[in-house]
């Protein structure tokens, strides 16, 4: 399927569309070479990619990363708050490949050129891509309420200061100075102290 997948890729000449619920779905290895090959053998005025996602596909730093990345690269991302019906990649409004669900065996892909198909869900990802939000936008747009605690322990850690101090300073026990913190991390959806000083300044928020 992969193989036939990449082929198709290949002959596509003018428009890419990708929705996805997440960065998994299309992650295999023939797959990603085949858009890679597709992408340089691109006439880039002619080329026009377009990534639709769903929020989870933001749900990690990585993540986040690699879609700053691809739109770097001229990709055009969008960010859909309404659920997407199915993971789909459309290649010049004449070819369509489906990704099933997840199974313990695996998924199903499905290639289809029928042109009522391709033309039906082509008009469903319009409608949802023209709803859908930028990914700058989008991640402008969500920036968690930080308090006034929760903005000098934001600037505490960015302070380089050790958990003592910075509890003294705060004028807090260090029990609850480090509760605070694993409390900020989590509203900031940060694994560690350095990601959430990363995503703070992603959002613009001040520390």
């Given at each position: 399927?992969?193989?036939?997948?990449?082929?198709?890729?290949?002959?596509?000449?003018?428009?890419?569309?990708c929705a996805g619920r997440d960065l998994k779905t299309?992650?295999?290895?023939?797959?990603?070479?085949?858009?890679?090959?597709?992408?340089?053998?691109?006439?880039?005025?002619?080329?026009?990619?377009?990534?639709?996602?769903?929020?989870?596909?933001?749900?990690?730093?990585?993540?986040?990363?690699?879609?700053?990345?691809?739109?770097?690269?001229?990709?055009?991302?969008?960010?859909?708050?309404?659920?997407?019906?199915?993971?789909?990649?459309?290649?010049?409004?004449?070819?369509?490949?489906?990704?099933?669900?997840?199974?313990?065996?695996?998924?199903?892909?499905?290639?289809?050129?029928?042109?009522?198909?391709?033309?039906?869900?082509?008009?469903?990802?319009?409608?949802?891509?023209?709803?859908?939000?930028?990914?700058?936008?989008?991640?402008?747009?969500?920036?968690?309420?930080?308090?006034?605690?929760?903005?000098?322990?934001?600037?505490?850690?960015?302070?380089?200061?050790?958990?003592?101090?910075?509890?003294?300073?705060?004028?807090?026990?260090?029990?609850?100075?480090?509760?605070?913190?694993?409390?900020?991390?989590?509203?900031?959806?940060?694994?560690?102290?350095?990601?959430?000083?990363?995503?703070?300044?992603?959002?613009?928020?001040?520390?």
């Amino acid at each position: 399927m992969i193989a036939r997948a990449g082929h198709l890729f290949e002959s596509a000449r003018t428009e890419f569309l990708c929705a996805g619920r997440d960065l998994k779905t299309w992650s295999q290895p023939g797959a990603r070479a085949a858009v890679r090959n597709r992408m340089r053998a691109a006439d880039p005025a002619d080329f026009t990619p377009r990534k639709l996602l769903s929020p989870v596909a933001l749900a990690d730093e990585e993540a986040r990363a690699h879609l700053r990345l691809v739109r770097s690269k001229g990709v055009l991302v969008r960010i859909s708050r309404s659920p997407l019906p199915h993971e789909t990649i459309l290649i010049d409004r004449r070819v369509m490949i489906l990704a099933g669900q997840e199974t313990p065996t695996g998924r199903e892909y499905t290639v289809t050129t029928s042109q009522i198909l391709v033309d039906g869900v082509h008009s469903l990802f319009r409608a949802i891509w023209d709803a859908a939000v930028d990914l700058e936008t989008y991640l402008r747009s969500d920036v968690p309420h930080l308090d006034a605690d929760g903005r000098m322990i934001l600037k505490a850690l960015g302070s380089g200061l050790t958990d003592e101090s910075a509890a003294k300073r705060l004028g807090v026990s260090l029990r609850t100075y480090r509760r605070r913190v694993a409390e900020l991390m989590a509203e900031l959806e940060a694994g560690s102290r350095f990601q959430a000083g990363l995503r703070a300044g992603e959002l613009g928020l001040p520390r």
